[in-house]
């Protein structure tokens, strides 16, 4: 177990971070010495968010919303450029074309009348929602009580980041189970605490939180009682419970009447989560359950020889029962954990972090945390001249960059005619004299990478629509990798038609387009998430040329792979003041040229400090 500590230089502060205890040395069967590894603060990110996933996130249900066409229809032409939900064109099963001659499902064409005008069109149950990222991470920010810098995150201005959203795709095909009755189950979203409980536990958005410090010993809750008590005109009828764990469903009850009550004997003891309830009925009542009727009594105790607490938590409004689907935002998002989101942002973007002074994490691109800091420390004084190495700098042969997810149809059919992954990257020094050791460095983002489509009609016009089509190979639907994606609101675009029903549709010629560029012209913003320069899916051309490799790896591999770079080795002994206040983007100066930090270990205890340094070229 790692537990906080702190390190001192002549009792002044040093390092702040935790320790584990790795080993003891025994001499004459006494403890002697230990051996403990300490980790800065950063470390602590990754302990806090644990295996959580995405869905655990509960404040995301803020934005729960009802899926039918009305709700599909604003999210899809939404005029405001700042909504955290939007519905783009990424179709999950059916694809779309634009044929102004014949008629047909996917058909997009907008005749000015006769019988393609009912028959033609996209469903609004072919498409579902999406979710800014930042929205994701300001839910990490509030449910880990964590902040991150303005650097990269929390800045509506970077439209690099703050432009990107992920759909909302964890279930392949359709959004709504198939199912013989219409019955669709409705997230209790409103509890509020009853008779002033112990501050134990908390609700967010419906969501009753228990924290891991509360479940240390024992490890979960040893009583609770889940009620639920229907309004009287509705004792006899049957109702379905469900109780989500980090959006991951924990216990469901069926065909239930009456007043029923889930002791820890039916539901189970609760470790540390988040805790959703939903109920459906196949009869749709805007009071199935009055307010208050809905209840969540919890027991327990706050660790060893400590004594019981209690809370109650009560449901603050009537609970509804509806045909309409509800889309809870955390049933909807991919599966995925956390760790492995914010690793895929950091790999995309070659961003790197720390914990400054005020607790807050700082996140920046490479190239600007090297930018960052202009101090040289110079170091000839202190060197031990009597040994050191020169060494070749780089291991690798190449560094491949990539997608995890290139499963969808158009991928795979770019990947089998060019013989490469869609928007992937090999990098390596381009002179027939490189002779570096064979081994590839694999830079791999956890991400799904659709190639989008803008359709043309079949006498080969252009119209402004691009789309995603999320199938195989075998174009079948599709679950894949989390998808992210820009979005783009095309206004006064191409008439397309979104189908309410079979014979009935709307006209629209706003709507948010998938893209994997920033901008839909390059001489706006050349910025898109290819690692390699492609053919732009919207304007054909090669103008994008602003690559994640281009504008955020490019400087860095380049300097790492200059045949001129070496790896300095040598032994120092700093003086305290250097040791204290030296940061790793700062440089070294070392016999009149200038170094960057590859490395520093120092033994506190002697002082002695081993460096790699990196020369500038």
């Known amino acids: 177990n790692k537990v906080a500590g702190e390190i001192q230089l ?41 295996d959580d996933q995405l869905s655990s996130l509960s404040s995301l249900n803020t934005y729960n919303l009802t899926y039918n066409y009305t709700n599909v229809a604003s999210k899809l032409t939404n005029t405001s450029g700042t909504d955290p939900i939007i519905c783009p064109l990424i179709t999950h099963t059916r694809q779309l074309y ?66 990107l959203y992920m759909w909302l795709h964890r279930k392949k095909g359709d959004v709504e189970p198939a199912t013989q009755v219409t019955e669709t189950y409705q997230q209790v979203s409103s509890f509020t605490a009853y008779s002033t409980p112990s501050p134990e536990t908390s609700m967010v958005t419906g969501a009753l939180i228990i924290p891991s410090s509360l479940v240390t010993s024992p490890n979960f809750l040893n009583g609770n009682d889940l009620s639920f008590i229907p309004n009287s005109s509705y004792t006899s009828t ?70 019981s607490w209690s809370d109650e938590w009560r449901s603050s409004s009537a609970q509804a029962t509806s045909a309409d689907f509800e889309f809870v935002i955390t049933e909807q998002l991919p599966k995925m954990k956390i760790i492995d989101f914010l690793t895929g942002l950091f790999k995309a973007f070659n961003l790197t972090a720390y914990v400054d002074v005020t607790g807050t994490i700082v996140v920046r691109t490479l190239d600007s945390y090297y930018t960052a800091s202009s101090v040289v420390w110079d170091v000839d004084d202190y060197v031990d001249i009597s040994k050191g190495t020169v060494d070749v700098a780089l291991p690798f042969k190449e560094i491949a960059f990539s997608f995890k997810g290139l499963g969808t149809y158009l991928a795979k059919q770019y990947e089998q005619l060019e ?35 803008r359709l043309y009609s079949q006498a080969g016009a252009i119209t402004d629509v691009q789309y995603g089509w999320c199938v195989d190979d075998n174009k079948d639907s599709y679950i894949g990798k989390p998808i992210i994606f820009y979005a783009i609101r095309k206004t006064s675009g191409t008439d397309i038609l979104l189908k309410q029903a079979a014979t009935t549709n709307a006209d629209i010629d706003d709507y948010w387009i998938p893209s994997n560029s920033q901008a839909l012209a390059s001489g706006t913003s050349t910025q898109n998430i ?34 001129k770079r070496r790896l300095t080795k040598v032994k120092a002994y700093l003086p305290l003041k250097m040791i204290y206040n030296l940061k790793l983007n700062d440089k070294i100066s070392l016999n009149g040229y200038t170094y960057k930090i590859n490395s520093i270990t120092t033994n506190l205890t002697t002082g002695e400090s081993s460096l790699e340094l990196l020369n500038v070229v």
């Open 98 to 163: 634009y044929d102004t001659s014949t008629a047909g499902e996917g058909n997009l064409y907008k005749p000015s009348s006769g019988y393609l005008t009912s028959t033609n069109g996209v469903y609004w149950s072919d498409l579902k929602y999406a979710i800014r990222l930042q929205e994701i991470i300001d839910a990490i920010e509030s449910q880990y009580s964590i902040t991150f810098s303005s650097d990269f995150f929390n800045d509506a201005t970077n439209a690099p980041f703050y432009n």
């Open 530 to 563: 290819n690692f390699q320069l492609e053919v732009n899916e919207y304007t054909e051309d090669t103008a994008f040329t602003g690559t994640l490799f281009e504008n955020y790896y490019k400087t860095y591999i380049q300097n790492v792979f200059n045949n």
């Open 238 to 307: 049957a109702y379905n419970i469900r109780v989500f764990r980090n959006g991951s469903l924990f216990y469901q009850g069926t065909n239930l009447t009456g007043t029923t009550i889930l002791t820890s004997t039916q539901l189970g003891y609760l470790g540390a989560g988040n805790y959703t309830v939903s109920v459906s009925s196949a009869t749709s009542a805007t009071s199935f359950f009055d307010a208050g009727d809905i209840r969540w009594a919890l027991t327990g105790q706050k660790g060893e020889s400590v004594s």
């Open 10 to 50: 002549n009792d002044i502060p040093f390092k702040t971070g935790f320790v584990k205890l790795e080993g003891v040395e025994m001499k004459k069967n006494k403890a002697y010495g230990y051996k403990v590894t300490f980790f800065g603060d950063t470390v602590s990110l990754k302990d806090l968010l644990g």
């Open 419 to 453: 013989n490469s992954g869609w928007g992937s990257l090999s990098y390596t020094l381009d002179d027939a004299t490189y002779d570096a050791p064979e081994q590839t460095y694999n830079v791999q983002v956890p991400y799904e990478h659709l190639q989008y489509e």
